[in-house]
Nanobody, 127 residues
Framework: QVQLVESGGGLVQAGDSLRLSCTAS????????MAWFRQAPGKEREFVAA????????NYVASVKNRFTISRDNAKNTVYLRMDSLKPEDTAVYYC????????????????????WGQGTQVTVSS
């Protein structure tokens, strides 16, 4: 079992930045690939970004590329999502997820491929 706890969400204005954190426990963190998803009201949960076990491979949905950066610190069992130039359409609950089946790549983008989930943190961007 892996427990994931997100933090760092909040209410910001368009153009501002936020950094989300997700700390894992219960399993060797470097054996996991990690991802961020988000879910806006009335919408499906969507993939945002993923990172492989050592940070050498990352993947982003097109709408956040060049604005968001995913990173990890295996010594701290933590994955981060730095979000710059935030837009109102980025408003959602952001979830951290862990994949124990493919730690070597950041290619998993489907919800069902992830084994463990955090409780989510709200990000609200006002215009």
């Amino acid at each position: 079992q892996v427990q994931l706890v997100e933090s760092g969400g909040g209410l910001v204005q368009a153009g501002d930045s936020l950094r989300l954190s997700c700390t894992a426990s219960g399993r060797t963190f470097s054996s996991l690939s990690m991802a961020w998803f988000r879910q806006a009201p009335g919408k499906e949960r969507e993939f945002v970004a993923a990172i492989n076990w050592d940070g050498g491979d990352t993947n982003y949905v097109a709408s956040v590329k060049n604005r968001f950066t995913i990173s990890r610190d295996n010594a701290k069992n933590t994955v981060y999502l730095r979000m710059d130039s935030l837009k109102p359409e980025d408003t959602a609950v952001y979830y951290c997820a862990a994949d124990m089946d493919d730690p070597w790549t950041a290619r998993s983008t489907a919800v069902y491929l992830y084994d463990f989930w955090g409780q989510g943190t709200q990000v609200t961007v006002s215009s």
